[in-house]
T-cell receptor, first 114, second 111 residues
Framework: DTAVSQTPKYLVTQMGNDKSIKCEQN?????MYWYKQDSKKFLKIMFS???????INETVPNRFSPKSPDKAHLNLHINSLELGDSAVYFC?????????????FGPGTRLLVL | DAKTTQPPSMDCAEGRAANLPCNHS???????VYWYRQIHSQGPQYIIH???NNETNEMASLIITEDRKSSTLILPHATLRDTAVYYC????????????FGDGTTLTVKP
């Protein structure tokens, strides 16, 4: 049973296209996150939703739009893809936003923009 | 937010204990120490976390010094599958939802 799952695993697309990445968690958590890992392997938070409400929105271009249809799902839509968007995107979840609450990560979506 | 410092790489013989250090000298009283690892660009895998006391689970032990300025992750019997990049991060109330992974330690377990 995969706790946090993402689709697709790989995504290769052309500059200027619009694409979506989906995330689902079956842990019953209230909070979900999107992280970006760049080529230098630094992992940084992008967004977080708690009970379908946006609670963390880091300095991310507004071409990136998260959507949470329910507590178990958090999708990431990216408009007008650019070369610099190439990265690995990880979804994560936790019960709540508390420093003592563990975040569990998905397997990642490898995005390559050509 | 407290920053962490880890050695860039370490080797360990298979079957021996792997001791991975982390320095977090600016940690504040309400910040937790977390350890994750990442194998071959898979998703970060949670290992263990603690606040003040030492912790142990089925994967590892976490030893936090009394002044909380450093910690050590112990994998008691390392296997080849433990080869990975290990990240020590600190999270408190100001960055509760934000796990920022830096360089980490690349642990290589050798036969």
């Amino acid at each position: 049973d995969t706790a946090v799952s993402q689709t697709p695993k790989y995504l290769v697309t052309q500059m200027g296209n619009d694409k979506s990445i989906k995330c689902e968690q079956n842990l019953g958590h209230d909070t979900m996150y999107w992280y970006k890992q760049d080529s230098k392997k630094f992992l940084k938070i992008m967004f977080s939703y708690n009970n379908k409400e946006l609670i963390i929105n880091e300095t991310v271009p507004n071409r990136f739009s998260p959507k949470s249809p329910d507590k178990a799902h958090l999708n990431l839509h990216i408009n007008s893809l650019e070369l610099g968007d190439s990265a690995v995107y990880f979804c994560a979840s936790s019960q709540e936003v508390h420093p003592g609450e563990t975040q569990y990560f998905g397997p990642g979506t490898r995005l390559l923009v050509l | 937010d407290a920053k962490t410092t880890q050695p860039p790489s370490m080797d360990c013989a298979e079957g021996r204990a792997a001791n991975l250090p982390c320095n977090h000298s600016t940690i504040s009283g309400n910040e937790y120490v977390y350890w994750y690892r990442q194998i071959h660009s898979q998703g970060p895998q949670y290992i263990i976390h603690g606040l003040k006391n030492n912790e142990t689970n089925e994967m590892a032990s976490l030893i936090i010094t009394e002044d909380r300025k450093s910690s050590t992750l112990i994998l008691p019997h390392a296997t080849l599958r433990d080869t990975a990049v290990y990240y020590c991060i600190v999270r408190g109330y100001t960055n509760a939802g934000k796990s920022t992974f830096g360089d980490g330690t690349t642990l290589t377990v050798k036969p």
